[in-house]
């Protein structure tokens, strides 16, 4: 006799429950790690940000204090008085020891790699160190912008031919004014090594990093041009140039006038994360970045242990559920699955209730900016959702309704809810009357304004019509009993003729179609006529 060996099966809820785990482990470990992602992104920005204004704030202030010396320079009469003096004399003669003192004094505390005394016809008189030669033609330039504008003028960097070096000088006219007369007997050039000072600010990082750096860049023509050494490549200084057309890289973007956190590639053509800045007063720009690799390094590498631990609570899932096969507790996760299920249903139906409903529903923020509205409020207004969010209240107002909107605003922050009636404006300038009910709500610490809108265009046409029908009602009631129309009246005896051809007294006629009232008298002719004794002793 054969026997049929029957196979157990796992209920399918069970089934679907671990399916479920293994789903919602799934996604909840993938928003974690995203949102893992973006907080270190955001951190990251912010410290880029942060760095670039410290480093831009430093080379402003270092700038400043050079700029400072020199004006401290050009306003003081006894030092320019003791320049002219010497400028002005012999060629040949050597400056006084107390003008080479305090030019070595100035030189060393002041942080300047040469000072140059120079005459008017461009030859250095005096330098500290001892025989430093002007320099090329670059500065010549600006020593005829000196002569011309009589003030002091800041030099760019610049490479020194003759000695394969970059400087930085400053122009200082020794200008004398007396009276109605002055001269201009020569210049003070005070000469900065951006190698001492300038350079190792901007290339060094506070915190460390494998790839972040600090580099300064400036316009030349359609180039950024590199004012600074590189990390990753040597000898760039004044020589490395990107073209303004390589819109993808960070320095072609500082040079367009881009600034603040951006995503592009930098001289290597690595994808980097970027901070842009512009030196104030100063062609130059500054861009503190670093390689997007070395950001998401760490998210990686929490992404491998949030994937081995949503591996391990996939186990522990399938666990679970063949412990709860075994001892047949399939009531609990049945009860707990049409929980979820029921849940899952009151959500979608409250998403549907406020997404699909009849009447407008529109979230403002504090500015009165539309945050948020439902698939009734774009059918209504006749915008695309883009179109929508990006207007304010105002815009959703003809503009003689406009005015009152701020009493409305204040009117709902003193009292939390408001219940009134206004006219609204569709896209293509139609106007409709509406009927809105507003409150205050806030969320995540922000207060908004959700109003609820109806339109009543219906309504005021139904209470337009009932009035118009009480008018007209009114107006049938006045006419009743009124006469009208023509009436058939005996020429001699006044009598009138009836709808049914009979002939009444003219006051029964009246008093049955109106609401007159008849009193009888007599006048003066009739009295005349019918009872003339009765008229003369009247008279008498």
């Known amino acids: 006799m054969a026997t049929t060996i029957k196979t157990r099966r796992i209920p399918w809820y069970l089934l679907f429950f671990f399916f479920f785990l293994v789903v919602g482990a799934g996604v909840v470990g993938y928003l974690y790690y995203a949102n893992q992602g973006r907080l270190l992104r955001n951190e990251k920005e912010i410290e880029l940000l942060a760095i670039a204004d410290l480093k831009v704030g430093q080379i402003d202030r270092w700038?400043?204090?050079?700029?400072?010396?020199?004006?401290?320079?050009?306003?003081?009469?006894?030092?320019?008085?003791?320049?002219?003096?010497?400028?002005?004399?012999?060629?040949k003669a050597a400056p006084s020891e107390d003008l080479l003192s305090w030019m070595s004094a100035f030189q060393i505390y002041g942080g300047y790699e040469s000072i140059l005394l120079i005459d008017r016809k461009e030859a250095v008189r005096a330098s500290v160190p001892p025989w430093r030669k002007l320099g090329g033609p670059f500065i010549l330039s600006f020593i005829k912008e000196a002569t011309e504008t009589k003030k002091i003028v800041f030099s760019d960097l610049y490479r020194d031919e003759a000695r394969d070096r970059i400087y930085l000088d400053i122009v200082v006219p020794i200008f004398i004014s007396r009276g109605n007369d002055s001269s201009l007997p020569g210049f003070?050039?005070?000469?900065?090594?951006?190698?001492?000072?300038?350079?190792?600010?901007?290339?060094?990082?506070?915190?460390?990093?494998?790839?972040?750096?600090?580099?300064?860049?400036?316009?030349?023509?359609?180039?950024?041009?590199?004012?600074?050494?590189?990390?990753?490549?040597?000898?760039?200084a004044l020589f490395l140039r990107i073209s303004e057309k390589e819109r993808d890289r960070v320095p072609s973007m500082a040079i367009r006038g881009v600034e603040g956190i951006v995503e592009g590639r930098d001289y290597r053509g690595v994808k980097v994360l970027a901070a842009i800045r512009k030196v104030p007063e100063s062609?130059?720009?500054?861009?503190?970045?670093?390689?997007?690799?070395?950001?998401?390094?760490?998210?990686?590498a929490q992404g491998w242990t949030l994937a081995i631990v949503v591996g391990l609570l996939v186990l522990g899932a399938a666990g679970m559920v063949g412990f709860f096969w075994q001892k047949e507790?399939?009531?609990?996760?049945?009860?707990?699955?049409?929980?979820?299920?029921?849940?899952?249903?009151?959500?979608?139906?409250?998403?549907?209730?406020?997404?699909?409903?009849?009447?407008?529903?529109?979230?403002y923020d504090q500015e009165l900016r539309l945050v948020e509205a439902n698939?009734?409020?774009?059918?209504?207004?006749?915008?695309?959702?883009?179109?929508?969010?990006?207007l304010d209240a105002l815009r959703l107002r003809p503009p003689e309704t406009r005015p009152s909107l701020e009493a409305t605003k204040k009117e709902v922050e003193e009292k939390k809810s408001l219940f009134f009636e206004t006219i609204h404006q569709r896209k293509d300038g139609t106007t409709f009357p509406v009927e809105i009910s507003t409150r205050l709500i806030e969320v995540g610490g922000k207060t908004f304004h959700q109003s609820i809108i109806r339109d009543i265009t219906e309504r005021k046409q139904a209470e337009k019509e009932r009035e118009k029908l009480i008018?007209?009602?009114r107006e049938a009631l006045a006419k009743v009993k009124q006469l009208g129309g023509l009436l058939p009246i005996c020429a001699s005896c006044k009598k009138i003729r009836d709808d049914k051809g009979y002939w009444n007294q003219i006051e029964t006629y009246i008093g049955d179609h109106s609401e007159a009232e008849f009193s009888h008298g007599i006048c003066p002719e009739c009295m005349r006529k019918l009872y003339p004794d009765f008229a003369d002793e009247e008279k008498g």
């Open 63 to 91: 700038r400043q204090e050079r700029l400072n010396d020199a004006t401290i320079i050009f306003n003081t009469f006894l030092i320019t008085s003791r320049i002219q003096q010497f400028l002005e004399g012999s060629s």
């Open 188 to 236: 003070l050039l005070l000469r900065s090594d951006p190698h001492q000072f300038l350079y190792p600010l901007i290339q060094s990082w506070p915190t460390p990093s494998r790839t972040a750096e600090t580099l300064v860049v400036r316009r030349e023509g359609a180039e950024a041009v590199f004012l600074n050494e590189l990390r990753h490549q040597r000898n760039t």
């Open 283 to 300: 062609p130059w720009y500054l861009i503190a970045k670093v390689d997007l690799k070395e950001i998401d390094a760490p998210i990686h």
């Open 329 to 363: 507790t399939t009531g609990f996760f049945k009860r707990q699955y049409e929980d979820e299920i029921e849940r899952q249903a009151l959500t979608r139906h409250y998403e549907y209730l406020t997404k699909y409903a009849n009447d407008i529903i529109i979230l």
């Open 375 to 390: 698939e009734r409020a774009v059918e209504t207004y006749g915008y695309m959702r883009e179109e929508l969010l990006q």
């Open 471 to 473: 008018y007209e009602l």
